[in-house]
T-cell receptor, first 112, second 114 residues
Framework: GENVEQHPSTLSVQEGDSAVIKCTYS??????FPWYKQELGKGPQLIIDIRSNVGEKKDQRIAVTLNKTAKHFSLHITETQPEDSAVYFC???????????FGAGTRLFVKA | NAGVTQTPKFQVLKTGQSMTLQCAQDMNHNSMYWYRQDPGMGLRLIYY???????DKGEVPNGYNVSRLNKREFSLRLESAAPSQTSVYFC?????????????FGNGTRLTVT
């Protein structure tokens, strides 16, 4: 079945630095790749998503890139701030289905 | 506009007890989902309901049952709780009946089975 691998599991950066989280997926038919941010005690919230007909998407300090050939996609956060500290999940949707498969998550710490 | 509301927030059960987790959404979404979150394993789909009146199994359905009561409500039942069901449970909904629609999550129910 579909599998999504996410790295690293923990990431610590200095405030103002960039953070990069990488994911790979196994099902080449996947065509929708959302990213979710989960703060302590809350449910995950969508922060950005990308569809397979697009290679890159940017929203202020957050960008996502997609390499369909290599089945890789990445989240880039620039000028990190303490409030970016959270757990981030990548995910992939199986084409034609209702199932979103999640990576295991990355705990990001931004040190002030 | 509350989004997705889950009750209860916390629950402790003894092995063998039963309980129902409640979920309601006020966004008029067609599809609803139940996920469980365990350390190091991300979120795994238990059951989903593509539309009112339908339910289907996800990755880890064993030990659970669901009911799509109406378009707003989707409940998850544990008939005989086991320690392996200790987890954080999230309900989610999505607007479209298809794969390319973001999920909206509730704030979770933390369940401990002793």
């Amino acid at each position: 079945g579909e599998n999504v691998e996410q790295h690293p599991s923990t990431l610590s950066v200095q405030e103002g630095d960039s953070a990069v989280i990488k994911c790979t997926y196994s099902d080449s038919a996947s065509n929708y790749f959302p990213w979710y941010k989960q703060e302590l005690g809350k449910g995950p919230q969508l922060i950005i998503d990308i569809r397979s007909n697009v290679g890159e998407k940017k929203d202020q300090r957050i960008a996502v890139t997609l390499n369909k050939t290599a089945k890789h996609f990445s989240l880039h956060i620039t000028e990190t701030q303490p409030e970016d500290s959270a757990v981030y999940f990548c995910a992939a949707n199986i084409t034609g289905g209702f199932k979103t498969i999640f990576g295991a998550g990355t705990r990001l710490f931004v040190k002030a | 506009n509350a989004g997705v509301t889950q009750t209860p927030k916390f629950q402790v059960l003894k092995t063998g007890q039963s309980m129902t987790l409640q979920c309601a959404q006020d966004m008029n979404h067609n599809s609803m989902y139940w996920y469980r979150q365990d350390p190091g394993m991300g979120l795994r789909l238990i059951y989903y309901s593509a539309s009112e009146g339908t339910t289907d199994k996800g990755e880890v359905p064993n030990g659970y049952n669901v009911s799509r009561l109406n378009k707003r409500e989707f409940s998850l039942r544990l008939e005989s709780a086991a320690p392996s069901q200790t987890s954080v449970y999230f309900c989610a909904s999505s607007e479209q009946t298809g794969a390319n629609s973001p999920l909206h999550f509730g704030n979770g129910t933390r369940l401990t089975v002793t």
